[in-house]
């Protein structure tokens, strides 16, 4: 639903992308969203999240049971529209949910993702550009093990990057995958007031120390910090905020110069 629509209604990534000229397809990681259906067992927690997400994805501060957004954020306002975002949030099924102690098996994710891009392939005759975000972007890393038809992997502030010691990090290599980090504002100890800010820097420092190794490799990636590029007040969630369609024009240009069609 993210990717298809926003919060206060307005268009998707997923229209975007199809009125620049793609095919797009989304997945539904399994034992999430509508693949939540799985044999095994797991445990699900009753605590709210509400303000976890309010304040771990840097769209704003919880203080006295009040919401405030950060200044000059880009995230759509109003108690509708916030109460529409949480709605987004649905239980994971087949895994230990309890806060920060989530056991997603990232093996079984990427090989439903690669297999769909197999299907996709044998339907189109054409690879894949794979777009991960958040804890998706950790499974995303594994995908090219299981096929090799995916394209480019842009990455929307994954939960970290791939080992450069890993078979993940092989596979990219030896299959000459373009990559690119995309990154949002609110990052780093100069932001006192944004309590996950040193979080998300230790990320971010992951994408470098993966681009300076894959680039040395031979490789192509690039790690695209908004701010650095005019663009402000993005949080985790940047492809529903008000100006998800200037970070969507962003993409298609590094996707014209770095894929091959």
């Not at 399994?30 to 927690?45: D, K, L, N, W, Y």
């Not at 306002?77 to 098996?105: K, S, W, Y």
């Not at 998300?200 to 300076?212: G, I, L, N």
């Not at 970070?247 to 996707?255: C, G, M, R």
């Amino acid at each position: 639903m993210g990717w298809m629509t926003t919060p206060d209604g307005r268009e998707g990534w997923s229209d975007m992308f199809l009125r620049m000229g793609h095919s797009v397809w989304l997945i539904d990681q399994p034992r999430r969203g509508e693949a939540g259906q799985t044999s095994v067992a797991g445990t699900m927690t009753t605590t709210p999240s509400d303000q976890t997400w309010y304040t771990q994805f840097r769209i704003g501060t919880y203080l006295n049971d009040e919401f405030t957004y950060n200044e000059g954020s880009q995230f759509p306002q109003g108690e509708e529209v916030l109460d529409q975002f949480f709605r987004q949030m649905t239980p994971d099924t087949g895994m230990d949910n309890a806060a920060g102690d989530q056991n997603i098996d990232n093996t079984v994710v990427a090989q439903a993702v690669a297999a769909a891009i197999d299907e996709i392939y044998e339907r189109t005759g054409q690879d894949s550009i794979l777009v991960t975000h958040s804890q998706g972007g950790l499974p995303g890393w594994e995908v090219p093990l299981y096929t090799d038809h995916v394209a480019a992997i842009v990455a929307i502030e994954p939960g970290g990057a791939a080992a450069v010691d890993s078979d993940a990090y092989s596979a990219m290599v030896e299959q000459n995958i373009p990559v690119t980090f995309y990154y949002g504002d609110y990052i780093g100890e100069e932001f006192t007031d944004v309590s996950a800010a040193p979080m998300w820097a230790m990320m971010a420092a992951s994408a470098d120390t993966f681009t300076e190794a894959y680039n040395a490799a031979g490789g192509n990636s690039t790690v695209v910090h908004l701010p650095d590029e005019g663009i402000t007040g993005n949080d985790h969630f940047m492809f529903q905020d008000l100006n998800n369609d200037v970070i969507a024009d962003h993409i298609e240009a590094w996707i014209q110069e770095n894929v091959e069609p």
